[in-house]
């Protein structure tokens, strides 16, 4: 079974708000990564996590957060939701080699109001 | 400027025609190069990997990679309209991925 699993798959807030997204894998991979999609826009990587070590992107090192508590699972947490933050998120993971693919889920889209 | 690019950023062809998109990347030390593709409200599914110079086929897709001229091409044989998505093109260093902003292909019957 190679199923990213995220949830929700949509999801609204309001500014100011905070937002949790869960992503989950069966695949045993040790690195989970989330991206950030907008429109006509790169898939942006965010942070990942090889293992119990988080690791952020500079540039979106104070709007992220993250946890992992156990293999499975992976959070991405936003404190204060802004109007830039709408866009799709993607969870992917991997085994960290330099051969593996990263497996995508199917997104959680979210939308700030 | 953007790591990774890709050309055309749109492309219409017909059923059963020969369609080619092209990722133009900065690094020629990356380690691996992956075609993506996305439908619309669906996440990133992996069609083809490739590593080392030359061709690489999965399925109707073939993967053409030139580290030389830091080109990577895709090119899908005999496109169906459910091929209709949006084709991302990513470099690798490691696990770490690189994408381009990705290229709209529309198959028409």
């Known amino acids: 079974d190679t199923t990213v699993k995220q949830n929700p798959r949509y999801k609204l807030a309001r500014v100011g708000k905070p937002v949790n997204l869960i992503c989950s894998q069966t695949?045993?991979?040790?690195?989970m990564y989330w991206y950030q999609k907008k429109p006509n826009q790169a898939p942006k990587l965010l942070l990942f996590y090889y293992d119990k070590i988080l690791n952020r992107e500079a540039d979106t090192f104070e709007k992220f957060q993250s946890s992992r508590p156990n293999n499975s699972f992976c959070s991405l947490y936003i404190g204060s939701a802004g109007l830039e933050y709408s866009a799709m998120y993607l969870c992917?993971?991997?085994?960290?080699?330099?051969?593996?693919?990263?497996?995508f889920g199917p997104g959680t889209r979210l939308l700030v109001l | 400027q953007q790591k990774v690019q890709q050309s055309p950023e749109s492309l219409t062809v017909s059923e059963g025609a020969m369609a080619s998109l092209n990722c133009t990347f900065s690094?020629?030390?990356?380690?691996?190069f992956r075609w993506y593709r996305q439908h619309s409200g669906k996440g990133l599914e992996v069609l083809v990997s490739?590593?080392?110079?030359g061709e690489k086929e999965e399925g109707s897709f073939t993967a053409h990679l030139n580290r030389a001229s830091l080109h990577v091409f895709l090119h899908i044989r005999e496109p169906q309209p459910s091929d209709s998505a949006l084709y991302l093109c990513a470099e690798g260093t490691g696990s770490k991925l690189s994408f381009g902003k990705g290229a709209k292909l529309t198959v028409s019957p």
């Open positions: 695949m045993n991979h040790d690195t």
């Open positions: 992917a993971s991997s085994s960290w080699n330099n051969q593996d693919t990263q497996y």
């Open positions: 490739i590593f080392s110079d």
């Open positions: 690094d020629r030390s990356s380690d691996n």
